[in-house]
């Protein structure tokens, strides 16, 4: 069974600095996918960013950029020039890529707070 | 933009009532999801649902739990006799096919259970 851990359950920033989160898995399969999610106050679930564990080049989407390490089994997500709307809980997710098991195995989320 | 729905956004119910969760997921997609959040804590998988049945559930998914898709376009909740410890965030996902990789999340149904 795959697991996912976030060690850091806070970290606060300040606005237009750069942050880094945390995330480890554990998983024996070879071919995977790994998500950040973000959910604000609201509680809706927001896809950041993904990753293909295939791929060996790290995953940005603008602000937002992911350091994968596959040996390691560690998926960092960094938030460059925070935005107060950045303020939110993030969950790192595992998908299998195999249809029958492409359930998302979520962490335990860090809460991110944004200071002006 | 295709967006999954879900209705109601939050049910106030009473311990040993039955409830429905409804969703609508996007349309052409074909993998369907059930997520539970406990307030506070991490999103656990409910089921997963392709081809009109379960194709894998969790240990939370028990006897009281059942999910269908009556109509071709809705996929249900249902829990049969709610209890306090129910109360919690419930998000339906989809899935468009088994080599895609994101699943869209529904805006998600707060069940109180009193």
């Known amino acids: 069974a795959q697991t996912v851990t976030q060690s850091q359950p806070e970290m606060s920033v300040q606005e237009a600095e750069t942050v880094t989160l945390s995330c480890t898995y554990d998983?024996?399969?070879?071919?995977?996918?790994l998500f950040w999610y973000k959910q604000p106050p609201s509680r809706q679930m927001i896809l950041v960013i993904r990753?293909?564990?295939?791929?060996?080049q790290n995953a940005t989407e603008n602000r937002f950029s992911v350091n994968f390490q596959k040996a390691a089994k560690s998926f960092s997500l960094k938030i460059s020039d925070s935005q107060l709307g950045d303020t939110a809980m993030y969950f790192c997710?595992?998908?299998?890529?195999?249809?029958?098991?492409?359930?998302?195995?979520f962490g335990k989320g860090i809460t991110l707070s944004v200071r002006p | 933009e295709p967006e999954v729905t879900q209705t109601p956004s939050h049910q106030v119910t009473q311990m040993g009532q039955e409830v429905i969760l409804r969703c609508v997921p996007i349309?052409?997609?074909?993998?369907f999801y059930w997520y539970r959040q406990i307030l506070g804590q991490k999103v656990e998988f409910l089921v997963s649902?392709?081809?009109?049945?379960?194709?894998?559930k969790s240990e939370i998914f028990d006897d009281q739990f059942s999910v269908e898709r009556p109509d071709g376009s809705n996929f249900t909740l249902k829990i049969r006799s709610t209890k306090l410890e129910d109360s919690a965030m419930y998000f339906c996902?989809?899935?468009?096919?088994?080599?895609?990789?994101?699943?869209?999340f529904g805006p998600g149904t707060r069940l109180t259970v009193l």
């Open positions: 349309s052409n997609h074909l993998y």
């Open positions: 990753q293909e564990a295939y791929k060996q």
């Open positions: 649902f392709y081809n009109n049945e379960i194709s894998e």
């Open positions: 998983t024996s399969e070879n071919n995977y996918y």
């Open positions: 996902a989809s899935l468009r096919t088994a080599s895609t990789d994101t699943q869209y």
């Open positions: 997710a595992f998908m299998s890529v195999t249809g029958a098991n492409s359930k998302l195995t």
